[in-house]
């Protein structure tokens, strides 16, 4: 049978939604995060990020919430297009550059 | 700016041989990482070198994975033998320094399939 980890949980949108995207890390020491698209074929790809002494923090089109409290990150993107479609994974610095990926989101836009 | 350079994106290989990667950083990053990329999961890191040291190699399994990072710069992951199980995506990174907070970036890696 299919290995578990195949199934990655799946978002679906329409062109101009806005979407998010979750994460919950395990580290309550964890200091950094960062978000990560990847594309099929293509290593992961630097978004935005977030130190631990923030709340929030905004790029183009992206937002970054941080809730220490629950351990949860989440990804806000706007007005979202096709070509943001990918794989998105939440990494945590847990210590010393050392970075642990959680589990990708598959964001999925339709025209 | 030239990214992260990787060779080959792609190699089948029969259980049993050797196999090798190459990478290339992006210039002036004094920090190089391997990670590997199960099927839909995240990477994770193989080992981590800062310059020419591999500062971190706690998670490389020793016995049949070998990494070099001569003159600092170019890297190469070797498996000797390769075993089914190491069919993955094998990620180069790397980032200016090891700082946590340095922003790491990914080459397009190479997908080996072990039959």
């Known amino acids: 049978g299919e290995s578990v980890g195949l199934h990655l949980p799946t978002l679906s949108v329409q062109e101009g939604d806005n979407s998010i995207i979750n994460c919950a890390y395990s580290n309550s020491a964890s200091d950094y995060f960062i978000w990560y698209k990847q594309e099929s074929g293509k290593g992961p790809q630097f978004i935005i990020d977030?130190?631990?002494?923030?709340d929030k923090r905004q790029g183009q089109r992206v937002t970054v919430l941080l809730n220490k409290t629950v351990k949860h990150l989440s990804l806000q993107i706007a007005a979202t297009q096709p070509g943001d479609s990918a794989v998105y994974f939440c990494a945590e610095n847990s210590g010393y550059s050392t970075l642990t990926f959680g589990k990708g989101t598959m964001l999925l836009v339709s025209p | 700016e030239a990214g992260v350079v990787q060779s080959p994106r792609y190699k089948i290989i029969e259980k049993k041989q050797p196999v090798a990667f190459w990478c290339n950083p992006i210039s002036g990053h004094n920090t190089l990482y391997w990670y590997r990329q199960n099927l839909g999961q995240g990477p994770e890191l193989l080992i981590r070198?800062?310059?020419?040291?591999?500062?971190?190699d706690s998670q490389l399994p020793k016995d049949r994975f070998s990494a070099e990072r001569l003159k600092g710069v170019d890297s190469t992951l070797k498996i000797q033998p390769a075993e089914l199980g190491d069919s993955a995506v094998y990620l180069c990174a790397s980032s200016p320094n090891s700082g946590a907070t340095d922003t790491q970036y990914f080459g397009p890696g190479t997908r080996l399939t072990v039959l």
């Open positions: 070198y800062e310059n020419e040291e591999a500062v971190d």
């Open positions: 977030i130190r631990s002494n923030m």
